[in-house]
């Protein structure tokens, strides 16, 4: 686990240390559930971004063409030569 030293005003911890106590946790663990909670939000808003691009593409939101349909007038490679 990683350690971290931060600089809050003399008020601002006051206010965490009695957060933390009313929690009953250490002040660390308080702060670091804001840690936790932040990796979440992150981790929620991509799965919010990918599941409306989902949505979108269900909804046939996506005028992008697919694979198929850009390779459809594609022509053959050529057979490689051998050395």
């Known amino acids: 686990m990683g350690q971290v030293t931060i600089y809050v005003e003399d ?4 206010a965490a ?3 933390a106590e009313r929690a009953k946790v250490s002040v ?3 702060f670091a559930k804001f840690a936790v909670e932040e990796k979440q939000k992150q981790a929620q808003g ?6 409306e691009i989902d949505r979108l593409r269900d909804e046939g939101g ?3 063409p697919s694979l ?3 390779r459809v007038h594609e022509v053959p490679d050529s057979p ?3 050395w």
């Open 11 to 14: 008020g601002a911890l006051d």
């Open 17 to 19: 240390k009695r957060a």
């Open 28 to 30: 660390s663990q308080w």
């Open 46 to 51: 991509w799965d919010d971004f990918f599941a």
């Open 62 to 64: 996506d005028d992008f």
């Open 68 to 70: 198929e349909e850009i």
């Open 80 to 82: 490689r030569e051998s």
